[in-house]
């Protein structure tokens, strides 16, 4: 596809806390993975405190020089606190030997130094959240590194953890020490960063004090000029008039999953496209696999055409006629070592021949019909589906969640990771099955996939918060998702 | 690889591709290894090509021929089973337990039939595997080291269920699997073709078949397309458990008795033969047909190091050499680039 960053420039002084904002697939993770020697830039440089960087090779130089704190820990869970501290430059008498006193001693001391309180002794298994990132920043400051990005930081944190990890940045700030502030909740940003840099599209569309960029300035940034045109591309096709069913196909009533999704209610309608659109984490997904069957909510109904549903068994959603479209089609959606055939046909397979037999030619006569309707480019249905491009992996996936004919279809980032003929091609597909009456609830934060709905809710940590009919604007789409203002 | 031509090409219309059909390549690489082993034998030995040293082969290779379609179905599934060879020797013992009478020849003294006796073992292997089934799916232990105390648990109950003792004068019904013809040929040989036939076809064209390798491929996605991926892995792990008890069947007819340490070390030819026969440790990957091959290989290599007169000693040091070869000229001409 095309570069995921062009021509991006950035200074970060020193003691400076910049936040570095931008949509998914705007080009910060490479953007991270660059700043910390990860990905090796095409042309380009990185500088630490005037000098060039060191060789991609020289991971220690990397990690002296800049230190990422991600969600995933990168702590060894079975050693503690100290150990982690101090690994591989543990005090250490002659020969090796560890001096486990002195060892606690000294990360103790360090922890303090910083501010910090912690029991140097117990397992990195048992630490919080909010112990564990403490953890990561003190082992790197211990390396020595002034530079530290935080990845999404608060995603995990409850809201005194959050208070307390601001102010331990701002404490360290005041030391010296430079941050890059990587969320997705513009709030937040305001509360800890100086300045802030917009990427959109791999490139640096912005970049400024927080002062001087309100957030609305920051989401049209993010968004673009291209606000509204996405959503004014949508045919607008009337519901078949008349066809007034007295039951939705799909009915969702005050589902409870985990801490995730709290308390949600929704309807779609038949032949109707609904566009579920949230934050990573904010519990949409959830709303969705719940639907097909893969997690049972702890409490609430679901109900298609009007009956409750048995929830946590996959084959009954199916059998009550919900199609499902996974979210990562690599790691949900496909077997890659076996055909394209098998692949498509897993949904209606006891259709394939009596007594769980899988008759080939019934296989092969229902895979090549899949084929045919959704132009799928391959040479053989016998091809195993591995070596079929994304957008035609993506066009099988959808094949066998239309397969068995259902009346609701649930659709996770349908278009995601696929080129532009694909994505239009998939659109076509929706739209085809919507006409056919089929209620269609699209899960995305994705601007393009969202602009074909008839409607979009917004989820915002477990709520609905906001409802935007058709001809919403982007900047208005995005604010909701990222939680500015709740609602309108 | 040449049957890599067809790939992706786009613009052009799908033709119902019989790609796969019979005989995939990758079933065929032993062929050539198969071949140099009976021309090297006809060398070694006289008796070599007669039709009764090939009975003779095919029979010895029976019960491990079935213990491999066992492992197979698990290894497909992404799992392991080490404990089939432990079930090689319980269950057919249980069963002799069951049937002799008298106590000082390590009899149970119930004096079972023999025509209980045979479902019994058949459930005894049915149990482990439902045990191995509790542990590793319910539980989600892990399979190797699960299976692997299994598999010591199991010898020693054999051991001390019979005090170590061998047991023999069973009735002859209870050894027909192994020591009866059809047609002038072994029934242990009939039985396994007919079950690598029946389980060859069932991988195949069967959805639970299917399922084995959707599971064993990606099971993220075969539980999102609605496989009862637990249910499917622990029926896997009972049905294996059960033919693994026929194996054992079949060779305790073969030589008449059960010796206490039946079935040992029988597991590392087990996954030598699915392997070199093309059965991915990663699942998802191989065919019946393959592992057969690989049994087929094993079995005529033994039986020409034994004709050629190696010394006994050595045997094995050459058997684990030519596995290795056998290894590596799988991966050579058949695997390709391939991963695992």
Request: proline residues 4%; hydrophobic residues 50%; aromatic residues 6%.
């Amino acid at each position: 596809m095309s570069q995921a960053l062009s021509d991006v420039s950035m200074r970060v002084p020193v003691g400076d806390s910049r936040a570095l904002v931008g949509r998914n697939g705007a080009g910060k993770s490479t953007l991270v993975g660059v700043l910390t020697g990860i990905i090796a830039p095409d042309s380009g440089r990185v500088q630490f405190g005037g000098r060039d960087a060191p060789e991609p090779a020289e991971r220690q130089k990397w990690r002296d020089r800049v230190a990422c704190v991600y969600q995933k820990s990168t702590l060894v869970p079975t050693l503690s606190v100290a150990e982690n501290l101090l690994l591989n430059a543990q005090p250490a008498a002659r020969g090796g030997w560890i001096r486990w006193g002195a060892m606690r001693r000294e990360a103790e001391r360090v922890l303090a130094g910083w501010g910090m309180e912690l029991d140097v002794e117990q397992d990195c298994s048992r630490l919080s959240v909010e112990q564990r990132q403490i953890v990561e920043i003190a082992r790197a400051l211990i390396q020595g590194t002034r530079f530290i990005i935080l990845d999404e930081p608060t995603a995990e944190l409850e809201g005194r953890e959050v208070r307390r990890l601001f102010d331990r940045i701002a404490h360290l700030q005041a030391t010296g020490v430079t941050f890059l502030y990587i969320s997705h909740y513009l709030e937040e940003i305001y509360e800890v960063c100086r300045t802030v840099t917009v990427l959109r599209d791999g490139r640096v569309v912005a970049e400024a004090p927080m002062e001087a960029m309100p957030k609305e300035r920051v989401v049209a940034a993010m968004v673009g000029d291209a606000a509204g045109a996405a959503s004014a591309r949508r045919h607008v096709i009337a519901r078949p008039a008349g066809v007034t069913p007295q039951q939705p196909p799909l009915e969702v009533r005050e589902i409870v999953v985990g801490s995730t999704v709290q308390g949600v209610s929704l309807r779609v309608e038949a032949g109707e496209c609904v566009g579920l659109a949230g934050l990573a984490g904010s519990g949409k997904s959830e709303i969705g696999d719940a639907i097909a069957g893969l997690i049972v909510p702890n409490s609430g109904t679901i109900l298609i055409n009007g009956a409750a549903l048995r929830c946590g068994d996959v084959a009954e959603a199916r059998r009550r006629g919900v199609g499902y479209v996974p979210r990562d089609r690599h790691t949900q959606g496909i077997v890659p070592l076996l055909s394209i055939a098998e692949n498509m046909t897993m949904t209606i397979i006891e259709q394939l021949g009596p007594a769980g037999l899988i008759l080939p030619r019934r296989q092969q006569i229902a895979a090549q019909g899949m084929v045919q309707s959704l132009q799928i480019v391959a040479s053989s249905t016998d091809q195993p589906i591995k070596e079929l491009s994304g957008g035609n992996q993506q066009k099988a996936v959808m094949a066998r969640a239309l397969a068995s004919a259902p009346r609701v279809l649930v659709l996770l980032y349908p278009t995601q990771g696929v080129d532009i003929a694909s994505k239009e091609a998939l659109f076509a597909i929706v739209e085809r099955a919507r006409a056919g009456g089929t209620a269609v609830l699209i899960v995305s934060d994705e601007l393009d996939e969202l602009s074909v709905c008839d409607r979009v809710l917004v989820v915002f940590k477990g709520r609905l918060t906001a409802e935007f009919p058709a001809g919403w604007t982007n900047e208005s789409l995005v604010a909701a998702i990222e939680g500015i203002g709740h609602g309108e | 690889m040449a049957n890599n031509a067809s790939g992706a090409a786009p613009g052009r219309q799908i033709a119902p591709g019989r790609r796969n059909s019979l005989l995939g390549l990758r079933e065929l690489t032993l062929i050539p290894a198969i071949v140099l082993a009976i021309i090297v034998g006809s060398f070694a030995s006289d008796a070599f090509l007669t039709s009764d040293n090939f009975l003779n082969i095919l029979q010895q290779s029976s019960e491990l021929s079935v213990v491999v379609i066992a492992e197979t179905l698990i290894l497909l599934a992404g799992k392991f089973d080490l404990s089939l060879e432990s079930v090689v020797g319980l269950a057919p013992m249980m069963g002799a337990w069951l049937i002799i009478t008298n106590q000082q020849t390590g009899g149970s003294g119930v004096g079972l039939a023999w025509w209980l006796a045979i479902p019994a073992v058949l459930l005894c292997g049915a149990i482990v595997g439902a045990i191995n089934g509790f542990l590793i799916v319910k539980l989600r232990l892990n399979a190797f080291i699960v299976t692997l105390a299994m598999l010591i648990l199991l010898r020693g109950m054999q051991l001390g269920t019979t005090g170590g003792k061998t047991l023999f004068d069973l009735p002859d019904e209870y050894l027909y699997l192994g020591s009866g013809k059809w047609l002038g040929i072994p029934v242990s040989i009939w039985l396994a073709a007919i079950l690598y036939a029946l389980l060859g076809l069932f991988l195949r064209y069967h959805r639970l078949g299917r399922a084995l390798y959707a599971i064993g491929g990606n099971v993220e996605a075969a539980r999102v397309a609605g496989v009862r991926v637990d249910r499917v892995m622990w029926g896997a792990l009972i049905v294996a458990g059960m033919l693994a008890a026929l194996a054992g069947l079949m060779l305790t007819g073969r030589i008449a008795s059960v010796v206490p340490s039946q079935g040992q070390n029988m597991i590392f030819y087990v996954f030598a033969s699915a392997v070199i026969g093309g059965i991915s440790l990663n699942g998802g990957k191989g065919r019946l047909l393959g592992a057969l091959t690989g049994v087929l290989l094993l079995g005529i290599l033994q039986n020409v190091l034994t004709l050629a007169e190696i010394p006994a000693f050595w045997i094995d040091a050459v058997y684990g050499a030519i596995i290795l070869m056998a290894l590596v000229l799988s991966r050579v001409t058949g695997g390709g680039t391939e991963e695992a």
